[in-house]
């Protein structure tokens, strides 16, 4: 048995400890906002937050995650800068398919959380390692700057 | 066509008990009520949380006005990112005049009340058609329950209806100050005659077409809640994984499943025609029982087709004529009377759509009805292969379209591979299952953009007039798996557009020139399944058409812009798209550092020029800065939804131009997940402006206009800077580094 703390709730899950943590999110615990795209780190679909620091879940084996506070964009609204980016995106009509935001939402959350104004320089070191194949990357780049000039 | 559209003219509007008004729309309304909301599987859909029965959804109804004034409607076309399910209901909500504050919208049903008109009875969401394909019909349903609405307005006041009017979801009685809400009214709109055809509005008065609204997806596709096909969750649903031939149609011989059985969650291990289904209780239990899976293949039928080998087949294919696709004039006269007559090769390799969301299919097979759930762009198809793999009629199947995390044409596929391989797994196993691909799965199935090999020529005259222009491509049949398996006699009873138009092999060469011939080589290679992708043969063969114009411009010392602008002379909306982005770009003086390349199309009824902008230094670093379109789609209907396609097309075309390609070695596909198969990312990606320039013509498609004249733009740009021609794709085998 593993305990999780996951959007500030406490779980118990029984999983092998090498199951990754995405699919724990996903299958056990029914939070299905973090998305499968990859399983090797290479989309940022399954972005979540491990201890406030952008994580993929989908390589973290869910033994590691035990002990950490884990959000997902479930709760993300929960978080000032996460409901700021929240509602840029929907303002800047972000999403298209959508199956890739709530990876970019957690990863932008994040940014400015730890930098409320970046540069273009420092939108492409955080959010490169999240594909978008719709191509929402100059809406992407548009709403964190609108949220870091207008309310940060 | 015209059959169709008179069909669909029939509206049958029926009352709700409490209040409200249903509308059907097209034949076939007798359809007996679905059991269940066609949408059950999406929480934003459920009307009334499952109250009233008679406020459930019926098969057929597209509009329901409810008594509390809000409006919903139903959407035949498949919500892929494009945003289908905001366009199209504003489509019905600007003739109805309704308030768009209060419009929501889901996922049709399958049902012949919902199939696209461009297509006939099929619903598909290919080829930019959804809002073109739909726009008539929406109009006039709109249009009718409006009338309708009026009418009974005036029925209860007693006043002629013309003294009436209608705003925001009320009909107003301006003479005597009062008015009534279309959802009081709606059960006496009901009982009113439907008008056979009404009139439309003047699209001078239009107030919701032509306007940016938001998308009525975004607050779901912001904070997770969107459901997708891989977030369905159905009560005892298990999870499996399917072990695929390392080539193409290869066949399980032997199968050792006991290492595989010995993980903790695996249940059951079974082959099905395409492989060997592992299934468990979850999905990691699954990965991990195919891992330990031992499976030796029978490839005597196997594909093997090698990349090189095409390319040098199709190379030698293009010293031969093909099937005329087009034909004006006298080419071999005017090539013998040329001063000067050149020509180039072009090869385009094979590339996988990559959408975000691999596939998978959850189906619920009881033995005599079924329930499937998936992201599909061809639900009609998909669920007649569906109906003859699990013995049942296709009323019989609960299909529920999905919001798709991309589908760029790989969930529009005509042969349904990834319905049919759930279906096999479903048949046998009899429970709820969710067949999942991994993104190596979806990398390495198959129904890729096929290879192809363009040669172009010109013969000219002294000044630099072309007088003569050939076109011959060399590509593969994207319907020839359908003669491969046995699969025509299920689509037999199906109305499918003629195979000309799936493959769609007519390049739109617009410029005015008197001696024209166009010919094609469509082979079959029924082991390689190969399908459509985002803007199709017009990819490679717009690609060779506009750079050879380019090399032309400059041989004659033309500048490409003009050179392009003296033979358009006819065609006055591609002529003021190129005049638009040249203008928008500003044309001929780029930053310092930087060149411009320009290119067009016009296709999908759509009209698009573009002009990227690009360094390339000594040590062939290539930096995209700027890509800027001009584009005509006649009638907007959501402009900031165009915009965004225009975006996603030229983003999507970077990712191909710059990277795209899928090897196949013998038969074994080398790419496997976005290390080997890179596409673009954010610090890759350039400035994009897009200028609209609708014509108010009828909508033109635009999910596709976007992608085609970017890479020739993009290389006419590397050409301005380096000289170098670009035969061949993807830049990144060219040496280039991607900055």
Known sequence: MISLQVNGDEHTVDVPDTKPLLWVLREDLKLTGSKYGCGQALCGACTVHLDGQPTRACVVPVSAAAGHRIDTIEAVDQQRIGALVQQAWQALNVPQCGYCQSGQIMAATALLTSNPSPSDRDIDEAMSGNICRCGTYPRIRKAIHKIASEQL | ?739
Request: contains cysteine; charged residues 20%.
């Open chain 2, 1 to 739: 066509m015209d059959t169709m559209l008179k069909r669909r003219q029939f509206l049958r509007v029926t009352a709700l008990a409490g209040g409200g008004l249903l509308v059907a729309c097209g034949g076939g309304s007798s359809s007996s009520p679905s059991p269940t909301p066609p949408d059950s599987s999406n929480p934003d859909s459920a009307p009334g949380n499952g109250g009233d029965p008679a406020e459930t959804f019926a098969v057929g109804e597209f509009l329901r006005i409810s008594s509390d004034n809000s409006i919903r409607v139903l959407v035949g076309a498949s919500e892929i990112g494009q945003g289908a399910l905001t366009a199209i209901p504003m489509i019905v909500a600007e003739e109805l005049d309704a308030d768009w504050s209060r419009v929501t919208s889901a996922h049709s049903p399958v049902a012949a009340q919902f199939d696209n008109p461009y297509f006939g009875a099929l619903q598909f969401t290919v080829a930019s058609a959804a809002t073109r394909g739909y726009f008539a019909a929406q109009r006039r349903a709109g249009a009718a329950v409006r009338h309708m609405l009026i009418a009974a307005a005036a029925e209860r006041w007693n006043v002629e209806p013309s003294t009436l009017r209608t705003e925001k979801s009320f009909v107003i009685d301006d003479a005597n100050q009062r008015s009534a809400s279309y959802g009081d009214l709606a059960e006496a709109a009901a009982a009113q005659n439907v008008p056979i055809n009404p009139p439309l509005k003047d699209p001078a008065n239009y107030t919701i077409i032509g306007s940016t609204r938001q998308r009525l997806d975004a607050v779901r596709k912001t904070n997770g809640s969107e459901i997708y096909g891989m977030d369905v969750d159905i009560p005892g649903m298990l999870t499996a994984v399917i072990a695929r031939p390392p080539r193409f149609f290869g066949q399980p011989q032997s199968v050792n499943s006991n290492a595989a059985l010995a993980i903790p969650g695996v249940l059951e291990v079974f082959t099905i025609p395409s492989g060997v289904a592992v299934i468990a209780n979850d999905f990691w239990s699954a990965e991990q029982g195919r891992k330990a899976l031992e499976v030796s293949w029978n490839e005597a039928l196997a594909g093997r087709t090698d990349s090189a080998q095409t390319r040098s087949n199709y190379q030698a294919s293009l010293n031969l004529p093909g099937v005329p696709v087009r034909s004006d004039g006298a080419v071999l006269l005017a090539q013998a009377a040329a001063s000067d007559v050149l020509s180039a090769d072009y090869f385009f390799p094979f590339m996988a759509h990559a959408a975000m969301e691999p596939l998978n299919v959850t189906v619920d097979y009881t033995g005599s009805a079924a329930e499937i759930w998936t992201g599909s762009q061809s639900q009609t198809i998909d669920r007649l292969f569906a109906a003859s793999i699990l013995g049942l009629l296709p009323e019989q199947i609960n299909f529920h379209t999905m919001t798709s995390g991309g589908g760029f044409g790989r969930r529009g596929n005509p042969l349904s591979d990834y319905v049919r391989d759930a279906c096999h797994v479903a048949k046998t196993l009899q429970q709820p299952v969710k067949v999942i691909w991994t993104r190596e799965d979806d990398m390495k199935g198959g129904y890729y953009r096929p290879a192809a090999s363009v040669r172009v020529s010109a013969a000219l005259d002294n000044n630099g007039t072309i007088t003569a222009w050939t076109h011959r491509a060399v590509t593969q049949d994207v319907t020839s798996s359908l003669y491969f398996e046995e699969q025509l006699d299920t689509l037999a009873e199906m109305e499918l557009p003629p195979l000309g138009e799936l493959n769609d092999l007519e390049t739109g060469m617009p410029y005015a020139i008197d001696n024209v011939h166009m010919d094609a080589h469509l082979t079959l290679i029924p082991q390689m399944p190969s399908l459509w992708m985002r803007s199709v043969n017009k990819f490679s063969d717009v690609f060779a058409q506009e750079t050879f114009i380019d090399e032309i411009a400059h041989r004659y010392s033309r500048d490409p812009y003009h050179y392009r602008r003296e033979m358009l002379g006819n065609n006055p909306r591609l002529l003021a798209v190129l005049d638009g982005v040249a203008q928008a770009a500003n044309w001929g003086n780029p930053p310092a550092g930087r060149s411009q390349g320009i290119a067009l199309i016009a296709h999908w009824q759509s009209y698009i020029a573009q002009v990227v902008e690009v360094s390339v230094t000594g040590d062939r670093e290539l930096k995209v800065h700027r890509v800027v379109s001009a584009i005509d789609c006649g009638t907007a209907v959501n402009p900031d939804l165009v915009v965004a396609q225009v975006e996603s097309g030229v983003i999507f075309a970077l990712s191909s131009v710059l990277f795209g390609e899928i090897e196949l070695r013998d038969g074994v596909v080398q790419q496997s997940n976005f290390d080997d198969y890179p596409v673009l990312r954010m610090h890759q990606t350039p400035q994009i402006d897009t200028v609209l320039m609708p014509s108010g013509d009828n909508p033109g498609g635009v999910g596709e206009i976007g992608v085609p004249a970017v890479g020739p733009a993009l290389a006419n740009a590397i050409f301005a800077a380096t000289g170098e021609q670009i035969r061949e794709l993807p830049l990144k085998n060219l040496n280039f580094v991607i900055a």
